[in-house]
DNA sequence: CTGAAAGCGCTAACAA
DNA sequence: TTGTTAGCGCTTTCAG
């Protein structure tokens, strides 16, 4: 059987207390017995129980990450992130893919509660509020990321989704567009409210038409927002860009243009939103708003482990600035160039 | 304080034990008694610790997943399958990012070995062997994917490189394509040998020329692909072709020769390989070969639950079959075309 | 500096 | 059908 503590004292002729000192590096440990003590341990190969650790200690040095899918590159990276920052503090992390059905989103929860992790960051929606405050009520700490649940004081990472969409109309606005289609997916979800509303800002500021904006919602794939804009530009062909409020959506985009005889960016302009590496695998290299994501999973389950660890901060919200890629999807609108000579 | 297996057994009038029975749905408790306790379950809001469960019954209910990186689309892709699975048969999966990093393989598996996992899917190489079989001596039982390690006998999940390879080949060589870049990563890995082979052995039954084909190792990312198709084209314009052994080389590969001046299906056709979902974002759509990416993640992950359960069956290698999935990159070659009327 | 002893919350015989 | 009891492997006062 595998070594425990026992095997250990009792090889080193001292009390399974004094092990458990060495194995803590608590101070009041003579440097003989320790030297002694670490010796055996290496001989036996004993590796201490986290879980009989726990069950003690109160610290099971698990996160739970919940997201909708991690096969999702945003989450994906979000993930490493999240993982990365988490393995350099002791903690493991457990995904939990809820595909944002209700369902699975409060069995998690239960089950991570059960499982006693030690913090969770939230990276998706929660429909079911009152499972949350259930939850939470358990004394886990929650963080969230990337999802705002304003009726929920606890430290949440953002990025400024309102100001991402406003850059990206300005961008096209700079450059002559005029009259733009969104692609938006889940218009339920705070975060793409936000994109459509910074967008639309822009383009009232610049006294555009209101109609001039086309949103097209419910694309859940690039397939959807390939064919949603094919159609679109068929019906008026005088629509020069588009504003999709993910990196898929916007190569879907790309694509409808294509398959409408539209070449991106001569005859149309497309900007994304995420810049996950897949704006830089499109052709062309997709302009995008750039998402920080190593930098929210970093600073959320920094957050987070600095909660667990006790360190009482108020809940804080920390909205990041989306910047901008230009690349190679957007140009300057000929269509309009002409117009004035008319 | 939360409600533990005393205050529900305390508040039902019965012992700890009749508790725990009704918990974990043993047979022999009245009916009238195993609905009250549940009624006070309920009430009282337990829910069972699973780290005191799995002190005493031995088991975390966790599994570790090792990969080199989760924010690589076939792993991310891979990590959903298994995650999925092991959740419907009541595992939760933490994930262990080793950036194929000897140190942090070795890092892992100790620290599942503490927390105590059930098993692990091992889905990344192993540079330390010797850390490998000291941890499969703790009898946590281990599978892997997507990797061999042929001196382990332990059940594995594999597609056959070989064939993949051949397959593309073959594709190619029906096309009229004599002359192959292969792009290939890092050849110290087994799978990627493997594909190679195979792809060189269609190529010699075709009687091709030894030195048609041109193998670019090294590869670490889509742009080292790119600059290096652009520099081998521009070295020798009459290569036709290139084999990626992943589908972000094969985008790579695309770049490359665009910037090289030649039209891909047109001038220079490629093919890749994985299947992720980047194929189908691709500009042209990927040619590549198909992993069955979510069914080997399901297969290795019942295959590693099975045996936790304790259903002995002698290790098995299973071997799937790759596809090739013919889109857009590839065409037939018009430089060999003309060759025969010279 | 070191050890004895009391749990942590639960499971699993074995009695009753 | 239900309860008693002995741990699982470790941490933590509190004495010595």
Same mark, same amino acid.
């Given at each position: 059987?595998?070594?425990?503590?026992?095997?250990?004292?009792?090889?080193?002729?001292?009390?399974?207390?004094?092990?458990?000192?060495?194995?803590?590096?608590?101070?009041?440990?003579?440097?003989?017995?320790?030297?002694?003590? $670490?010796?055996?341990?290496?001989?036996?190969?004993?590796?201490?129980?986290?879980?009989?650790?726990?069950?003690?200690?109160?610290?099971?040095?698990?996160?739970?990450?919940?997201?909708?899918?991690?096969?999702?590159?945003?989450?994906?990276?979000?993930?490493?992130?999240?993982?990365?920052?988490?393995?350099?503090?002791?903690?493991?992390?457990?995904?939990?893919?809820?595909?944002?059905?209700?369902?699975?989103?409060?069995?998690?929860?239960?089950?991570?509660?059960?499982?006693?992790?030690?913090?969770?960051?939230?990276?998706?929606?929660?429909?079911?509020?009152?499972?949350?405050?259930?939850?939470?009520?358990?004394?886990?700490?929650?963080?969230?990321?990337?999802?705002?649940?304003?009726?929920?004081?606890?430290?949440?990472?953002?990025?400024?989704?309102?100001?991402?969409?406003?850059?990206?109309?300005?961008?096209?606005?700079?450059?002559?567009?005029?009259?733009?289609?969104? $692609?938006?997916?889940?218009?339920?979800?705070?975060?793409?409210?936000?994109?459509?509303?910074?967008?639309?800002?822009?383009?009232? &500021?610049?006294?555009?038409?209101?109609?001039?904006?086309?949103?097209?919602?419910?694309?859940?794939?690039?397939?959807?927002?390939?064919?949603?804009?094919?159609?679109? $530009?068929?019906?008026?062909?005088?629509?020069?860009?588009?504003?999709? $409020?993910?990196?898929?959506?916007?190569?879907?985009?790309?694509?409808?243009?294509? &398959?409408?005889?539209?070449?991106?960016?001569?005859?149309?302009?497309?900007?994304?939103?995420?810049?996950?590496?897949?704006?830089?695998?499109?052709?062309?290299?997709?302009?995008?708003?750039?998402?920080?994501?190593?930098?929210?999973?970093?600073?959320?389950?920094?957050?987070?482990?600095?909660?667990?660890?006790?360190?009482?901060?108020?809940?804080?919200?920390?909205?990041?600035?989306?910047?901008?890629?230009?690349?190679?999807?957007?140009?300057?609108?000929?269509?309009?160039?002409?117009?004035?000579?008319?």
């Amino acid at each position: 059987m595998k070594p425990t503590i026992y095997d250990v004292a009792e090889r080193a002729g001292v009390s399974i207390a004094t092990v458990s000192k060495v194995i803590n590096d608590k101070a009041d440990v003579g440097q003989k017995t320790k030297k002694r003590i $670490l010796k055996i341990i290496e001989e036996v190969g004993y590796h201490p129980s986290m879980v009989a650790s726990a069950l003690t200690g109160k610290h099971t040095h698990t996160i739970g990450l919940v997201i909708p899918d991690i096969a999702n590159p945003f989450f994906a990276e979000l993930a490493r992130s999240v993982e990365d920052t988490g393995h350099a503090n002791g903690y493991s992390v457990v995904i939990c893919n809820t595909d944002n059905d209700p369902e699975k989103e409060v069995q998690y929860l239960w089950w991570l509660n059960q499982k006693k992790v030690d913090g969770v960051v939230l990276g998706t929606g929660m429909h079911n509020m009152k499972a949350l405050k259930e939850f939470m009520e358990q004394n886990i700490p929650v963080v969230l990321v990337s999802r705002d649940i304003p009726t929920l004081s606890v430290s949440t990472v953002l990025v400024d989704d309102f100001r991402g969409g406003y850059v990206a109309a300005q961008h096209l606005l700079e450059l002559n567009h005029r009259k733009a289609l969104l $692609l938006v997916g889940d218009l339920d979800n705070s975060s793409e409210q936000n994109r459509l509303k910074g967008f639309c800002a822009a383009f009232e &500021e610049a006294e555009t038409d209101k109609d001039n904006i086309k949103i097209i919602e419910g694309l859940m794939t690039t397939q959807q927002a390939a064919q949603a804009v094919k159609d679109a $530009l068929e019906k008026d062909s005088t629509v020069s860009s588009a504003f999709a $409020l993910t990196d898929f959506l916007a190569i879907g985009g790309i694509q409808g243009a294509r &398959e409408a005889g539209k070449n991106v960016p001569e005859h149309f302009s497309v900007v994304g939103f995420d810049d996950t590496f897949i704006a830089v695998l499109s052709y062309p290299p997709l302009t995008t708003i750039s998402q920080p994501i190593v930098e929210m999973g970093e600073i959320v389950t920094q957050t987070l482990v600095d909660q667990i660890k006790g360190k009482k901060q108020s809940s804080r919200t920390i909205i990041l600035t989306p910047d901008i890629k230009i690349r190679k999807t957007t140009a300057n609108n000929t269509m309009s160039m002409q117009e004035p000579a008319q």
